[in-house]
């Protein structure tokens, strides 16, 4: 046989709300669904620190190589540009060599910087989260509904 002393503080009060054992009265049940909701909220933003640290992580490695990667591209590349020019000037006047080798390294600047600039346009946000989000949002609709209910049942 069970004894109040026993019984979970939560017992014990829906049995004194209700006069039965089993069904929790109106207050507990939103005072449950606001904790949950706490709960739930905690948890999405832990989620989503994680994913953004995660990516972030991920960024600031590559981020670190690209740079270096950039820097030592940049002195061969000015080397190639100094050979070009001095190639092209047994052909054709000096001047004329500079210029074209400046058009041509011009033209294929702006082709990469619009590349990039596309392809940062599919960056995306944290989906988990958001699907998490949403899902968390269909529960809550589904637990006031029936929160709703359980009142006007028992009216």
Known sequence: METD??????????VRDTGRAGEAPL???VSEFIE???HLLRAEFTLARTELKSEAKKATAGGGMVAA???VLLLGAMALVAFLVIALAQLMPLWASALLVTVLL???GAGLAAV??????????PRKTIQTLKEDS??????MRSAKSHMHGHA
């Open 5 to 14: 002393s026993s019984r979970t503080r939560f017992e014990q009060d829906r």
């Open 69 to 71: 990667g950039g820097v």
């Open 138 to 143: 269909q529960w809550a609709s589904t637990t």
């Open 36 to 38: 949950q909701g706490r």
């Open 27 to 29: 207050g507990a049940l």
């Open 116 to 125: 990039g600039a596309k392809r940062l346009k599919t960056i995306h946000a």
């Open 106 to 108: 011009l033209a294929a």
